[in-house]
């Protein structure tokens, strides 16, 4: 009887290692499709896209889920999430939490950082603490991120296809910068580590 026991304990630790290793492989699996452009675990090289890596999973996955349902506005990810369930959306975005964010590096400019600064502490900075390092589930991390995503993205939100209401007290933000206190800003935020 006790050998049955502590046989039937070792084969449901196993199945529960194995079911692990499983839900690893297939996070850091899934990953690799969002590497073309994420870059590898999230770390995006790229200039227009964003960086996943060390993304808050609870942000991840709420903003999966909006791209999703359209509630937040894509060019492209809301096709991709569509192709995956709750369950890998949750996989993904443990995964994703895992990785060390690695900021942007690019070239500085102190002239356009001191204009951004100023520009974000008026506008900005009463959501996005902590020159745009702090995050929360509704709340992206713009400090360290690409500078030509977050100019994409702000130049998006001033558009009507951008209808989320939390970001409707962006837009307010946003609307009547011109092009350079755009650039000013993004140049600000990415120049953040
Ligand atoms: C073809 C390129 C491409 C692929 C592949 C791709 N993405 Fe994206 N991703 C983008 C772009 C571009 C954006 C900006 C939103 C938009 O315009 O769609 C983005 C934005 C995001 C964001 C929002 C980040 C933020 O800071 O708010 C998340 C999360 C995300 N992608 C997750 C993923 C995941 C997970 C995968 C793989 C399953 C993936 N993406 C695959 C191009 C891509
Ligand atoms: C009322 C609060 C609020 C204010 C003010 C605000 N933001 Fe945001 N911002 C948000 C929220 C919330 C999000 C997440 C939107 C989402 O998930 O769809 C966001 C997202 C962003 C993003 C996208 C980041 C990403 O990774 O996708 C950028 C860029 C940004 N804000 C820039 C700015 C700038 C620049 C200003 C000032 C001109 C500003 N925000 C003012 C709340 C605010």
């Known amino acids: 009887m006790k050998q049955t026991l502590s046989g039937l304990i070792v084969a449901s630790m196993l199945a529960s290692a194995l079911t692990v290793n499983a839900a690893e492989r297939s996070a850091s699996l899934l990953s690799n499709a969002c590497a073309g452009c994420h870059g590898t675990a999230g770390a995006s090289a ?15 996955r709420r903003t999966m889920q ?3 349902s359209g509630e937040r506005y894509s060019t492209i990810m809301g096709r991709i999430a569509r192709g995956y369930s ?16 690695l900021a942007a590096s690019h070239k500085r400019d102190p002239k356009m ?9 008026k506008k900005c900075a009463r959501c996005h603490l902590g020159d745009g ?9 713009i400090a360290g991120q690409w500078a030509d995503y977050l100019l994409i993205y702000m130049k998006n939100a001033t ?7 939390q970001p409707q007290l962006m837009k307010k933000s946003l609307e009547g ?9 993004a140049h600000f935020y990415a120049a953040q580590q």
């Open 46 to 60: 790229g200039d227009s896209i964003p960086i996943l890596a060390g993304l808050p999973s609870e942000y991840f």
């Open 66 to 68: 909006r791209f999703k």
């Open 86 to 101: 709750d369950a890998e959306i949750d996989a993904m975005a443990t995964f994703f939490e895992e990785q060390e964010w």
């Open 113 to 121: 950082i001191a204009k951004g600064k100023k520009l974000h502490k």
């Open 133 to 141: 390092g702090y995050t929360e589930y509704r709340l992206p991390r």
């Open 159 to 165: 558009t009507s296809e951008f209808k989320q209401p």
């Open 177 to 185: 910068l011109t092009e350079s206190e755009l650039a000013a800003l």
